[in-house]
């Protein structure tokens, strides 16, 4: 029999959620809500009840029995740095995501929605890979500067979930490959997996690496230094110059690709600049990782929603297939990323991870 499976990932207007029966998708639903919704409460926290009650109404509208859910799995969120794999939603981790050590952020309600129905109805809840997921090695941690180490806050699920999608249509396993994932999309993050570890990333959430639709990423240090005490901007507003006003915002106004190259059909020449530099920092940062593994790379793996591009992909691929083969898969199947880690776990193919 299927194994039935309830996903949930929350996001700052809306709340995405699906039903698996193994890894057949049979709802895929976005419940979303208004700014006028979402202002009335105090905080993340206080909109649990008010998107826990959308899911219910919403599986109900669908004929789907709460009863006939075997798993409950929500998208991880700001918990302290942890491995990649699935967690179970204990209280430990659950407070945890109640109190928020690196952030609030909306994903940290999907996996207390994962436990509050799950509990309802008596049935395990997960979060799998969560953006924390932290699995560099010594070496990538250092910096130059102590105070400030090397971190990994990017995008785990998509990377790793596209990273095993290869290694099982070529017949390996995720733990026997070495591959370069580049994640893009409103953030871009580039890690390299070896041995079924994310042990080096250019993160899309930490300031490294190559810039994207939202992020300014990797900033010369002293430059943006003397902006902060150029006395122009609060904290708050640097903090939005690098995470959400950065990269093609800063430069374009726009976060949207399809944008971009509207504006570069129209002869927009920044634009263009703007696309070439995006492109050749995507190339300069899997260059960059293959000399970790002294090149002996079996893949590169592109994906996220910029991954639809034809132009952006066929220009990385010009760069860096002397490095080795590349794999498009466009998109992000995050629902069914959960799906499948949960799967992992119930089938005995991995260990539950404890928090």
């Given at each position: 029999m299927?194994?039935?499976?309830?996903?949930?990932?929350?996001?700052?207007?809306?709340?995405?959620?699906?039903?698996?029966?193994?890894?057949?998708?049979?709802?895929?639903?976005?419940?979303?809500?208004?700014?006028?919704?979402?202002s009335?409460?105090?905080?993340?926290?206080?909109?649990?009840?008010?998107?826990?009650?959308?899911?219910?109404?919403?599986?109900?509208?669908?004929?789907?029995?709460?009863?006939?859910?075997?798993?409950?799995?929500?998208?991880?969120g700001?918990?302290?740095?942890?491995?990649?794999?699935?967690y179970?939603?204990?209280?430990?981790?659950?407070?945890?995501?109640?109190?928020?050590?690196?952030?609030?952020?909306?994903?940290?309600?999907g996996?207390?929605?994962?436990r509050?129905i799950?509990?309802?109805?008596?049935v395990?809840?997960y979060?799998?890979?969560?953006?924390?997921?932290?699995?560099?090695?010594?070496v990538?941690?250092?910096?130059?500067?102590?105070?400030?180490?090397?971190?990994?806050?990017d995008?785990?699920?998509?990377?790793k979930?596209?990273?095993?999608?290869?290694?099982?249509?070529?017949?390996?396993?995720?733990?026997?490959?070495?591959?370069?994932?580049?994640?893009?999309?409103?953030?871009?993050?580039?890690?390299?997996?070896?041995?079924g570890?994310?042990?080096?990333?250019?993160?899309?959430?930490?300031?490294?690496?190559?810039?994207?639709?939202e992020?300014?990423?990797g900033v010369?240090?002293?430059?943006?230094?003397?902006?902060?005490?150029?006395?122009?901007?609060?904290?708050k507003?640097?903090?939005?110059?690098?995470?959400?006003?950065?990269?093609?915002?800063?430069?374009?106004?726009?976060?949207?690709?399809?944008?971009?190259?509207?504006?570069?059909?129209?002869?927009?020449?920044?634009?263009?600049?703007?696309?070439?530099?995006?492109?050749?920092?995507?190339?300069?940062?899997?260059?960059?990782?293959?000399?970790?593994?002294?090149?002996?790379?079996?893949?590169?793996?592109?994906?996220?929603?910029?991954?639809?591009?034809?132009?952006?992909?066929?220009?990385?691929?010009?760069?860096?297939?002397?490095?080795?083969?590349?794999?498009?898969?466009?998109?992000?199947?995050?629902?069914?990323?959960?799906?499948?880690?949960?799967?992992?776990?119930?089938n005995g193919?991995?260990?539950?991870?404890?928090?």
């Amino acid at each position: 029999m299927a194994i039935r499976s309830l996903i949930i990932n929350p996001g700052s207007t809306s709340t995405k959620i699906g039903v698996f029966d193994d890894e057949t998708q049979i709802l895929d639903k976005t419940l979303r809500h208004s700014t006028e919704e979402i202002s009335q409460f105090a905080d993340i926290y206080a909109q649990k009840d008010f998107r826990k009650q959308l899911i219910l109404d919403a599986l109900k509208e669908e004929n789907i029995p709460l009863t006939s859910i075997n798993v409950c799995v929500g998208r991880g969120g700001l918990l302290r740095p942890i491995p990649g794999g699935t967690y179970a939603v204990t209280d430990a981790l659950l407070h945890d995501l109640y109190h928020a050590p690196q952030g609030n952020h909306a994903s940290n309600l999907g996996g207390i929605l994962a436990r509050e129905i799950g509990d309802s109805i008596g049935v395990p809840s997960y979060i799998v890979d969560p953006v924390v997921v932290d699995e560099l090695q010594p070496v990538a941690r250092l910096s130059g500067v102590p105070e400030v180490p090397r971190v990994s806050i990017d995008h785990p699920l998509n990377q790793k979930a596209m990273a095993r999608r290869w290694a099982k249509e070529n017949g390996k396993k995720y733990a026997d490959i070495t591959v370069i994932v580049v994640h893009m999309g409103g953030g871009t993050s580039t890690g390299l997996h070896v041995g079924g570890k994310m042990i080096d990333v250019y993160a899309a959430f930490n300031g490294d690496g190559a810039f994207s639709p939202e992020r300014a990423n990797g900033v010369p240090a002293l430059g943006l230094v003397k902006l902060c005490f150029s006395g122009k901007y609060t904290q708050k507003e640097m903090e939005k110059k690098i995470i959400g006003g950065g990269g093609f915002n800063a430069y374009l106004g726009t976060n949207d690709m399809r944008e971009v190259e509207k504006m570069i059909e129209n002869g927009n020449e920044q634009a263009k600049l703007v696309k070439d530099a995006f492109i050749y920092q995507i190339c300069k940062n899997i260059g960059a990782l293959a000399t970790v593994v002294k090149g002996k790379v079996d893949q590169i793996i592109l994906t996220g929603g910029i991954a639809y591009d034809k132009s952006v992909t066929d220009a990385i691929a010009d760069g860096v297939s002397f490095i080795a083969p590349v794999t498009v898969y466009a998109g992000e199947a995050e629902l069914l990323a959960l799906a499948q880690g949960a799967l992992r776990v119930m089938n005995g193919e991995e260990e539950v991870q404890k928090y």
